[in-house]
């Protein structure tokens, strides 16, 4: 199984970036699929999950700018990055993970995403 995340790179405070996250390798569904990010210094934390049926959450720092969204035929999971600040700069990670069987938890190997002020 293989997660590869795409979209990612230099954009100026007030722009806007689209991440994708495609799922490849496997079966998926029942799940729950997240972005991640961890700045330099500082622990990996949550920014937005969907599931598979659909249902968000989004951390308080990314609400109102950040939407997080999933199309299951393709298994991709993508999230809109829009009035961007230079402390969104960060590595962004994905995940799927299930947590009843069959069980999973895959990881990408994360984008860099900087946002210069």
């Known amino acids: 199984v293989q997660l590869a995340e795409s979209g990612g790179g230099l954009v100026e405070a007030g722009g806007s970036l689209r991440l994708s996250c495609v799922a490849s390798?496997?079966?998926?569904?029942?799940?729950?699929s997240a972005w991640y990010r961890q700045a330099p210094g500082k622990e990996r934390e949550l920014v937005a999950s969907?599931?598979?049926?659909?249902?968000?959450d989004y951390a308080d720092f990314v609400k109102g700018r950040f939407t997080v969204s999933r199309d299951n035929r393709k298994n991709t999971m993508y999230l809109q990055m829009n009035d961007l600040k230079p402390e969104d700069t960060a590595v962004y990670y994905c995940?799927?993970?299930?947590?009843?069987?069959?069980?999973?938890?895959?990881w990408g190997q994360g984008i860099q995403v900087t946002v210069s002020s």
């Open positions: 390798g496997g079966q998926f569904g029942g799940d729950v």
């Open positions: 969907v599931t598979s049926g659909g249902t968000t």
């Open positions: 995940r799927f993970r299930r947590v009843y069987a069959p069980r999973y938890n895959y």
